[in-house]
């Protein structure tokens, strides 16, 4: 199954870890959280990418046109440095096809610039290129496709993080305080299951969630994939350190190839983290 990834993110509130670089290519250790995001999906066996570039694009093409395997495999080095054997690889069986979607583009006009690639493939993956999970993807799969009524699903999420809801009264004096974990509500995870027949109702130059899944919703053809596991976006250079610490730790839950999972940890791991939505 083909996985369209959103590439054209500034991270414009990480702009002190680096001063150019599109946003997913942002590094979580030695590799930039695009790549996390790709192995996830490998894990999966979905292993064909269609990159929708904008801004940056061109450090995206660039890491993938001299990407260095040793830098996260095993190798063996003879003839000084002349014959390197790899003892495993990170991409020899991925299919990566780069597409320069503009720069300012919405990411819904975005997905419409990439349909071609698609082959007709009744159902896709889409992705913002820089959120973190290790939610059953093949469940999530299996609920859209043994749903032909549906056009999709998106991962739904809890608000986890330190925010809260102010309660006030009718003359403004606040009664109380309520912790967003609290509340019945979930927020747009950014990982979504589709159908072609999402394209039914995006516009030119429209938005993937605020309008052609608001349409689908409202024609009840779209689902939610409720998740209390792990999930974590990377807007903020402090959500960067924190991802970075867990993947120090050994108990990063969404590198599931590697064998972690928030199963295995034993718990769900809460970072402060902000309502996805409005991304570039």
Known sequence: M???LFCGGLGMRMRGADTSAPKPMMPIGERPVLWHVMRYYAHFGHTEFILCLGYGATAVKNYFLHYEETASNDFVLRDGGRDVELLDSDIRDWKITFVDTGHDTAIGER?????????????????YGDVLTDAPLDEMVSSVSGT???VGTMLAVAPTGSFHVVQTDGDGKVTGFVP????????????????????????????????????AAA????NAYRYDGFWAPMDTLKERLELEELLKSGKAPWTRWSGASASAIGATVALDVADPAARA
């Open 180 to 215: 967003a974990v609290d509340l019945n509500v979930r927020i747009n995870g950014g990982y979504f299951v589709l159908r072609q027949a999402i394209f039914d109702y995006l516009n030119a130059g429209e938005d993937l969630v605020g309008d052609a899944c608001v349409r």
């Open 148 to 150: 032909p009524d549906v």
């Open 111 to 127: 997905l419409r610039r990439v349909r071609k690639f698609l082959d007709g493939d009744e159902l896709f993956l889409a992705n």
């Open 219 to 222: 024609a009840g053809r779209l």
């Open 2 to 4: 083909k996985v369209v």
